[in-house]
């Protein structure tokens, strides 16, 4: 008498011994490529571009070895106490190179900008006493570049203080009619 319903042993056995070889090569699989992400990240390992305030020009340093950055769109202000008291000034597009240095000099300026009466008081008083804390922000989006892999968009921050003295135009470049360009070297925070 044979038994209903049931199956061959054998062939059952077969394509269990299928299942688990195929599971396990996606799983090598799967391993050989996280293993490759990661050692292609600590070759890499890409670093935040470097900026630096000068004369309130901007010099940007790009220190990766191996990846060059797009700058897509950056906008550079300057902000008094948190509150923005310039337009913003755009920043053509650009590609910077590894280990490449490049300078960048926006005209930031704000003759009509509305500012904040607290803000008013405090930039008066601030021009009196003959110096001035700024912050000058760049705001944009990069993307980085490896051979010829290009990644998506980040979001790049810039913030770089600024004390700025008043005085006779002596103490600064002119550069224009109404505008006076001033001596300062600052390090920037950057966040990407």
Known sequence: MSVKGGGCGKHESKWRRRGKRIFVGLLIFNFILLLTFLLAWAI????????????????SRNPNDKLGIYYDRLDTYATYHSQQITYRSQIQPS??????????????????????????????????????????????????????????????????????????????????????KYQLVQRCSVDV
């Open 95 to 180: 590609y910077q190179g590894h280990k490449e240095v490049d300078v960048w000099s926006p005209l930031v300026y704000g003759t009509d900008v509305p500012v904040a009466p607290y803000n008013s008081l405090a930039l008066a008083q601030d021009q009196s006493s003959g110096a001035v804390s700024l912050l000058i922000k760049m705001d944009g989006r990069v993307r980085w570049k490896l051979g010829t892999f290009i990644t998506g968009r980040y979001h790049l921050y810039v913030k770089c203080p600024a004390f700025i003295t008043f005085g006779s135009k002596m103490n600064g470049i002119t550069v224009g009619e109404n505008a006076v």
């Open 44 to 59: 890499i390992q890409p670093h935040k571009p470097r900026f630096v305030l000068q004369d309130v020009t901007i010099y």
